[in-house]
């Protein structure tokens, strides 16, 4: 069936270091949706991806829809404490039900 | 702005007791929707339900059932909570429109002693 693959599973970087992560799948998605879980709180859509190739940015954040469709990037820019939390990625059930399909997550540290 | 609202932030049940988690959505949508996230597991779904009184199971529905009798409530059952349904869930909710984004509550952190 449909998977998604984050990855690095956590990082721990410094302060105003650059963050790179990853999701992939063997299978196409025609939508990418990049969700950020602070602690103790519920997902926030970041950014949402619909098109092959599409860049998008959201202040220090820039996603990317990779040109195969099997795959998308998040890049967080000089990374601040508040970034501290989970990133998933997700995409729609290929059965087109409404349903999303989310990664692991990427667990994301941040020292002052 | 989409208000998706749960419950309990935190709940503490005994094995054997029926738990009742409660969401509302107040954007109208049609969509609703209860996960439960465990670490390194990401979210799973365990039911969907597309329109008042209609549901469908998601990947692990088994321990749970739910209810949706009014368009804004979707409520999650555990008949007989059991220790290894401690974990947190999440309710989203979803319009029926071309954008696919789901919109989350806070999360209910539940644990089963």
């Known amino acids: 069936g449909q998977q998604l693959n984050q990855s690095p599973q956590s990082m721990f970087i410094q302060e105003g270091e650059d963050v790179s992560m990853n999701c992939t799948s063997s299978s196409i998605f025609n939508t990418w949706l990049w969700y950020k879980q602070d602690p103790g709180e519920g997902p926030v859509l970041l950014i949402a991806l619909y098109k092959a190739g599409e860049l998008t940015s959201n202040g220090r954040l820039t996603a990317q829809f990779g040109i195969t469709r099997k795959d998308s990037f998040l890049n967080i820019s000089a990374s601040i404490p508040s970034d501290v939390g989970i990133y998933f990625c997700?995409?729609?059930?290929?059965?087109?039900?409404?349903?999303?399909?989310f990664g692991q997550g990427t667990t994301l540290q941040v020292k002052p | 702005d989409v208000k998706v609202t749960q419950s309990s932030r935190y709940l503490v049940k005994r094995t054997g007791e029926k738990v009742f988690l409660e969401c509302v959505q107040d954007?109208?949508?049609?969509?609703m929707f209860w996960y439960r996230q465990d670490p390194g597991l990401g979210l799973r779904l365990i039911y969907f339900s597309y329109d008042v009184k209609m549901k469908e199971k998601g990947d692990i529905p088994e321990g749970y059932s739910v209810s949706r009798e009014k368009k804004e409530r979707f409520s999650l059952i555990l008949e007989s909570a059991s220790t290894n349904q401690t974990s947190m869930y999440l309710c989203?909710?979803?319009?029926?429109?071309?954008?696919?984004?789901?919109?989350f509550g806070p999360g209910t952190r539940l644990t089963v002693l």
């Open positions: 989203a909710s979803r319009g029926n429109g071309a954008l696919k984004e789901q919109f």
């Open positions: 997700a995409g729609p059930k290929r059965s087109n039900t409404g349903k999303l399909i």
């Open positions: 954007m109208d949508h049609e969509n």
